[in-house]
């Protein structure tokens, strides 16, 4: 597994559902590619700038030490996705074909946000014969979430993972309690705990190739 690609829905939804294993990926030397396929300029505070995301999703990507060829945003509207699937399928099959990746990490498809099963839909149709597919966690989206495949981290995983979500100062200061210390250690722990370990992440596997 050394071609890694991230999707994201929107700027920082990987972050809180895998950030301490891409983490690990960039600890390890892996070849990863991020995409962010909604900045969500229509969703920001007025006062804000409708690029905030973006530059925000941008520190993260540089603070993780990513070359600017290795993650990319896209200007789909939030909560409008369904209406560019096929555009959003297309580019998904065209990254695939340039990158050619072994492991491909997106949001669930038991995850009830509109955009999110958009991407988890169109990443199944890209991919499905072509890589390994994991889906990461957002439990304030599930309903349910199947642990199937888990990822142990350690403490400098998850400590990047919070600098990584502390560059969310947009998300931050309207207190989404998912963005604290708290949570990330809390759920982490859950998950480190079922797999007798201090600290992991889990995921749902769609496809799994060796």
């Known amino acids: 597994m050394e071609n890694i690609l991230i999707l994201s829905p929107h700027t920082d939804d990987a972050e809180l559902g895998c950030g301490g294993t891409i983490s690990k990926f960039q600890r390890e030397?892996?070849?990863?590619?991020?995409?962010?396929?909604?900045?969500?300029?229509?969703?920001?505070?007025?006062?804000?700038?409708?690029?905030?995301?973006?530059?925000?999703?941008?520190?993260?990507?540089?603070?993780?030490?990513?070359?600017?060829?290795?993650?990319?945003?896209?200007?789909?509207?939030?909560?409008?996705?369904?209406?560019?699937?096929?555009?959003?399928?297309?580019?998904?099959?065209?990254?695939?074909?340039?990158?050619?990746?072994?492991?491909v990490i997106g949001p669930s498809l038991n995850d009830y946000h509109q955009d999110h099963q958009v991407i988890s839909n169109e990443m199944i149709r890209a991919f499905k014969t072509k890589a390994s597919i994991l889906c990461y966690e957002l439990p304030w989206n599930h309903i349910e979430f199947k642990t199937q495949f888990f990822v142990q981290l350690n403490e400098d995983d998850i400590r990047m993972k919070q600098e990584m979500l502390t560059f969310y100062e947009s998300q931050v200061v309207v207190n989404r309690h998912y963005f604290t210390e708290d949570f990330v250690r809390g759920i982490a722990c859950t998950r480190g705990t079922q797999i007798n370990t201090k600290y992991a992440e889990a995921f749902e596997v769609i496809r799994w190739r060796l």
């Open 29 to 103: 030397g892996k070849n990863i590619l991020w995409l962010a396929f909604s900045t969500a300029s229509e969703s920001l505070p007025s006062h804000l700038a409708p690029d905030t995301l973006k530059n925000e999703f941008t520190g993260v990507a540089r603070h993780l030490g990513l070359k600017e060829n290795q993650f990319r945003t896209y200007d789909y509207k939030v909560r409008k996705l369904k209406e560019s699937r096929q555009e959003i399928l297309e580019e998904l099959v065209k990254v695939g074909k340039e990158f050619n990746p072994d492991l």
